[in-house]
């Protein structure tokens, strides 16, 4: 797969850090960002949203994600992502993103420099993923 140039992937940083201010973060002020990108060049926004009952929080990457899928968008190829400390997409993001992008390049930055890593295929960050077929079990026989 062809990565992006330095100077796009820079800039989609820069823009990820504007979302990332948008944040809703007000329990762990861990503000999160990211864009991703289709193969037609489209991008998606996403960033943190947090609630009082955790469980219900959402993630940067499944916001950017789900208004990808909401506007017909599911040839992705890449999610630039920035928080405090660059860290990667936690563990449900990871199985969210191969899901629906099993070739999908992930890059990290952090919230105040102008560099990052990557690009990591989202396979390298969830080995062994579930994938749709194991999903469906056989029919048993009574």
């Keep these: 797969m062809n990565t992006i140039d330095h100077a796009q992937a820079l ?3 820069d823009q990820a ?3 990332a201010s948008r944040a809703y973060c007000p329990y762990s002020n861990f503000s999160v960002g990211c864009v991703l990108v289709d193969a037609q060049g489209r991008t998606f926004e996403g960033c943190n949203v947090e609630n009082a009952s955790y469980s219900v929080t959402l993630c940067a990457e499944r916001t950017a994600g789900s208004q990808a899928i909401a506007q017909g968008s599911r040839d ?17 993001c990871r199985q969210f993103l191969f899901e629906l992008a099993p070739d999908l ?20 960050l969830l080995p062994m993923a579930m994938e749709l077929q194991q999903t469906i079990l056989p029919h048993r026989k009574s």
């Design 105 to 124: 390049q992930v890059y990290l930055g952090d919230l105040q420099a102008d560099s990052y890593i990557g690009p990591t295929p989202i396979r390298e």
């Design 11 to 13: 800039a989609y940083m």
């Design 76 to 92: 992705w190829k890449s999610i630039y992502i920035v928080s405090p400390t660059r860290v990667s997409p936690c563990g449900t």
């Design 17 to 19: 850090r504007q979302v």
